[in-house]
């Protein structure tokens, strides 16, 4: 199967620069799997598509201010990192800019000394690994020195950094958000629990390689990027019980769906663990825990949509997107939504 398989062409005035003012106005395009028939809604009428005694899974992940602005010791050239991947004890995989002056051995500083670090190594894809120094706590440090890094089509400043956070964020750790929860309120979530459906939260550390273009032409030629997961006991033995009682489970992005394929047997149970998942879903795929998936609009010929094009099909959601594209729908991180039922 081709790259190009997955092409569309998208008029700019469709990417979304901003999210609404309130999350769960935007609309939301219901593709029904059985026969690729489309229904035009908004989010907030998801409550009358999930089932009592079904389980909606999140992922709880939270963007971190992953980007900094220094320099090289001894020199007054910027240098932007953005930091992708924790490896522990202070070690970081990172993107550089420019990367010339951020050679192995460079020593960097970040906020008059608050923070500094040395380049130990770079790597074969052109990443840095990049070790910080520093006094406290390093997420408190971010904190202070850091930006959120937005995607690169958002062009307009984000006046509220808590709009690219969900509003059930809790674990820090993501470069980028997992954007199909935006839409999601604190009123909606509470409306899902008295129907009676049941709530669980997986942690998927969201890196920049999500949004990385396919570069060769055979997608099977495809390394995909890896990610950290963590699945808990509560949440492992809510979706065994959806899924014994007959229930539906539904994934809220494809960052909860990579990670419940990356966990579930056969029959679709998962167990609590942690670990990296390098998962890619194409076309053929077959799924094991997902019932329904709630995703928003991607780019062409990106493995999000790959993914997508394997939970429906490639015709069905080819053809969806193009009616998306008539009817003048937002797309990617800020855009509208888009449920494949």
Not at 25 to 34: E, P, Q, T
Not at 113 to 138: C, K, S, W
Request: one cysteine or more; proline letters at 5%; aromatic letters at 10%.
């Amino acid at each position: 199967m081709k790259k190009s398989d997955f092409y569309f062409d998208l008029p700019e005035r469709l990417i979304a620069q901003h999210p609404l003012e309130q999350r769960d106005a935007s609309r939301m395009m219901v593709l029904d799997r059985r026969d690729g028939s489309v229904t035009h809604r908004h989010f907030h009428d998801m409550l009358e598509y999930v089932k009592p005694g079904d389980c909606v899974v999140f992922n709880n992940s939270r963007v971190i201010p992953a980007r900094l602005m220094g320099h090289a010791v001894g020199h007054v050239t910027p240098i932007e990192v953005l930091l992708l991947t924790d490896k522990g004890d202070g070690l970081w995989e990172c993107l550089t800019r420019p990367g010339r002056k951020t050679r192995a051995g460079v020593e960097l500083t970040f906020g008059d000394g608050l923070l500094t670090a040395t380049v130990e190594a770079v790597q074969p894809d052109g990443n840095r690994l990049i070790r910080f120094h520093y006094e406290g706590i390093f997420l408190e440090i971010l904190d202070k020195l850091g930006t959120m890094p937005l995607p690169p089509y958002i062009k307009e400043k984000l006046e509220d950094p808590e709009r690219y956070q969900t509003v059930y964020s809790k674990t820090p750790g993501s470069a980028a958000a997992p954007t199909a929860g935006l839409h999601f309120t604190k009123e909606l979530l509470e409306a899902l629990k008295d129907k009676g459906v049941k709530l669980a939260f997986v942690t998927l550390h969201v890196g920049l390689g999500t949004f990385r273009p396919v570069k060769e032409d055979e997608i099977t030629d495809h390394v995909m990027h890896s990610e950290f997961y963590v699945m808990d006991e509560e949440t492992a033995k809510i979706i065994n019980d959806t899924r014994d009682a007959g229930g539906d489970i539904w994934a809220v992005g494809t960052t909860a769906t990579r990670t419940l394929e990356t966990i579930a047997d056969e029959t679709g149970h998962v167990r609590a663990q942690s670990g990296w998942t390098a998962i890619f879903i194409y076309p053929g795929y077959r799924f094991k825990a997902v019932d329904h998936l709630i995703t928003n609009f991607h780019l062409p010929e990106s493995t999000l949509m790959m993914l997508i094009s394997a939970f429906a099909s490639r015709e069905m959601v080819m053809n969806a997107y193009q009616e998306a594209i008539r009817e003048e729908y937002r797309f990617f991180s800020f855009g509208d939504s888009m449920m494949l039922y």
